[in-house]
C-alpha cells in the first residue's frame, strides 16, 4: 500500500523505502536490502503527500527528522528522473 495515496498495487510497480538496520532511511531501488520497508508509488504527488504527513515517521515507528525527509524526497526525484515515473504536480 502507498504511503502516500493508500492505493494498493503490487510491489514491483511501486518503490520501497527502507530502514536499514543501522537506523538509515533511504530508497531502495532493489527491493532487497535488509531492513524494514515502506512502498510508495512512482509519483512525486505521493511522495509530496508522505512528507507533508509524516508517514515515514509513523510507518518506521521513529521520529525523523525533516533533513531525512528531504533527502529520501531528492533521491526519489533523482530516481524518478532516471527511471521514469510520473513526474506529476498538483
Known sequence: MCLGCGLRQPKREMLRIVRTPEGEIKI??????????????KNRNCMAAAVRQKKLSRSFDTVVGPEVYSRVSEEFAEWLSVNGGQNIEQ
Not at 531502495?28 to 508509488?41: E, F, H, L, V
Request: net charge positive.
Open 28 to 41: 531502495d531501488p532493489t527491493g532487497r536490502m535488509n531492513g524494514r520497508g515502506c512502498y510508495i508509488c
